[in-house]
């Protein structure tokens, strides 16, 4: 598999399980290790399979096996430490995946930097956030050449004119042209916008990634069944593409409910 030929993208926090443990096991190398240590990953390994967080199907299912074998082999060999060594090429094969991974950080920081916005929030809070960029700038994690590097010089700004106002400010304020401009950078980044509430002012709320706030909502308008008598009065009339779930205690009917709606 060509893998550094198809670096992926992804956010602090949301990697994949199965990369996860792959460094996890990485890590290992060279290090001593005792036998419960080793069982505590093979059980955390085991039960990301089996609540299929990690399946058959997934991209290094195959590493995961071998992960899962070699540490099952170790345990019921070892006493009660061990140095882990693990064999050159699947150290440079679990190396070359590592590296396609790829954290991308400006998405994340100014994720961060907008769900603060609207919220009563500490100095500290801030300063943590501050912080964290520029330790990621001083360490390249964020080239200087990056396309959202703009826009973290903007975040930077704001964080340091928001926490050397000598009077309290709180909440954080973000100007409407800039929480625009930044939900559309990040549109393009995730192909969805973020929902956005902005409320009379310059300064509005911002809801979670992909949250449509109650009154937007009501505003929509829906292409209906045309339900009509005892289940109109029952459910109402809903959209086309609607789920519905029926639930009971055995033997209440649910069954015959569900022929009679199918019937309908």
């Known amino acids: 598999m060509p893998l550094k030929e198809n670096i992926k993208t992804i956010e ?33 390994l085991q039960k990301a399979i089996i609540e299929k967080r990690i399946r058959k199907v997934s991209n290094y299912a195959k590493q995961i096996v071998y992960i ?15 140095e882990v060594n693990i064999k050159k090429e699947r150290l440079e094969e ?7 991974e790829k954290v991308y950080f400006p998405i994340s920081y100014i994720k961060k930097y907008i769900s ?12 943590y ?35 050397g106002h000598k009077v309290k400010l709180n909440p954080l304020p973000i100007q409407r042209a800039t ?12 192909k969805e916008s973020i929902s956005v509430e902005l409320s009379g ?15 937007d909502f009501a505003k929509l308008n829906f292409k209906t069944l045309g339900f009509e008598g005892k289940w109109l009065e ?24 569900a022929l009679d709606f199918a019937g309908y």
């Open 68 to 82: 899962q074998d070699n540490l099952i082999r170790v345990y019921n060999s070892m006493k009660e430490t061990i």
């Open 179 to 190: 929480l625009s401009g930044w939900n559309d950078a990040l549109s393009k980044h995730n």
């Open 129 to 163: 956030l501050l912080d964290t960029i520029v330790e990621a700038i001083t360490k390249r994690e964020i080239p200087v050449n990056d396309p959202y590097m703009n826009r973290i010089r903007m975040l930077q700004n704001n964080l340091t004119k928001f926490l």
């Open 201 to 215: 002012g310059v300064e509005g709320n911002v809801l979670p990634d992909g949250i449509m706030n109650s009154m």
């Open 116 to 127: 603060l916005q609207g919220k009563e929030i500490t100095r500290e809070k801030a300063q």
């Open 12 to 44: 602090p926090g949301y990697i994949g399980e199965e990369i996860k443990f792959i460094k996890r096991y990485f890590d290992m190398h060279g290090k001593i290790r005792t036998k419960k240590y080793i069982l505590n990953f093979l059980n955390s």
């Open 94 to 100: 679990f190396r070359m995946i590592l590296d396609s």
């Open 234 to 257: 029952f459910i109402g009339d809903p959209a086309q593409n609607f789920s519905v779930m029926i639930f009971g205690k055995p033997k209440l009917g649910k069954s015959h409910l």
